[in-house]
């Protein structure tokens, strides 16, 4: 089903089909674009649910066996459904348990007048949350795509806070021997340089933020120690830079000599795993990434389906 952004998704659990016609005429006449469905059994809600998405949800706590569970099971589903529980008196001290349920109000159905500004009410926070998941996704696109812009370099760069990797591009990985920035996190720089370009890292990154102007170092003469031992001569670029709206110190490595068996090594490594040769998670992540994006812009579903290798470690 098309979805309009200014159309109301109303799911109605009343058993009178009256009734819940008189509150789909009162919220359009209210000027609010409905399109409602009434379900006059509360075994009929798991259905609904796994058809669409609904915007609201108005129960007649008169006409479920447990109204509270009912908002216990759509909050449960994950989904951004509001609870409005229609009640036929005023009863003051029934309110709170409906409320710690989940319900978003308690209103009496016959005052016409609150009915309408409760929906009025839950349709613009609606529209409030769906913008605030609307500018997550762009800026979870944003990191994205700066994060890609990196893993698409063909520079080694990394991030480094307190002597340590907080982020390592495919190139940087690569080159260095690893597959997972989990590992990188890890690792201290120091224990990727050999003694002597340890003790120059020292020198040129002790008290860098303190300069009064931290400008970028070029061209610094380090050699680069691999995870399996091999040490490489580099050119190492050191710039002030931000991750996570932290300060951070950005490290760009370069060969010293252009290695072509090494640069094709590197892109071959950059979304393979080198142990099964399949598809690494930074490949993984981005496909997900994607995924969640479509799911959220264009309201669409999707699954995973996660399968594992008994005994995996063992085979390793």
Same mark, same amino acid.
């Given at each position: 089903?098309?979805r ?22 009162l919220?359009?006449?209210a ?32 006409d ?17 459904? +509001? ?10 001290e029934?309110?709170? +348990? ?14 016409? +007048? ?11 926070n ?12 762009q ?12 893993d698409?370099s063909?520079d080694?760069?990394a ?36 003694t ?23 061209d ?9 031992g ?16 932290e ?13 072509a068996e ?11 795993d ?19 994006e ?18 995996f470690?063992?085979?390793?």
């Amino acid at each position: 089903m098309s979805r309009s952004n200014e159309t109301l998704y109303l799911l109605i659990l009343d058993k009178s089909q009256n009734d819940a016609e008189r509150l789909i005429s009162l919220l359009r006449n209210a000027g609010i674009a409905t399109r409602a469905k009434q379900i006059d059994d509360e075994e009929l809600l798991d259905d609904m649910l796994a058809q669409q998405t609904w915007d609201l949800f108005l129960a007649r706590a008169s006409d479920a066996e447990d109204i509270d569970q009912l908002t216990v099971k759509i909050q449960q589903n994950d989904r951004d459904t +509001p609870v409005v529980i229609l009640v036929d008196t005023y009863d003051s001290e029934g309110i709170v +348990p409906h409320l710690k349920a989940g319900a978003k109000d308690v209103v009496v159905i016959d005052n016409e +007048p609150h009915v309408v500004a409760v929906v009025k009410r839950e349709v613009e926070n609606l529209k409030a949350r769906k913008r605030l998941r609307q500018m997550d996704v762009q800026l979870r696109d944003i990191e994205q795509r700066c994060e890609l812009l990196l893993d698409s370099s063909k520079d080694a760069i990394a991030y480094i806070n307190d002597g340590m990797h907080i982020y390592a591009n495919s190139s940087y990985l690569a080159f260095l021997g690893y597959d997972d920035i989990d590992e990188m996190i890890c690792i201290p720089v120091l224990d990727t340089l050999d003694t002597a370009s340890q003790e120059r890292f020292k020198d040129v990154s002790k008290n860098f933020f303190e300069r009064e102007e931290t400008e970028t170092l070029e061209d610094l003469k380090m050699t680069s120690v691999r995870e399996d031992g091999t040490e490489i001569p580099v050119t190492m670029s050191l710039s002030e830079a931000s991750y996570d709206s932290e300060r951070c110190l950005q490290i760009v490595l370069r060969p010293e000599e252009d290695n072509a068996e090494l640069q094709e090594k590197i892109k071959q490594m950059s979304q393979m795993d080198l142990l099964t040769g399949l598809y690494n998670r930074q490949y993984f992540m981005e496909q997900l990434h994607n995924a969640k994006e479509a799911a959220l812009n264009e309201h669409n579903q999707f699954s995973i389906l996660y399968m594992a290798i008994d005994d995996f470690q063992q085979i390793k």
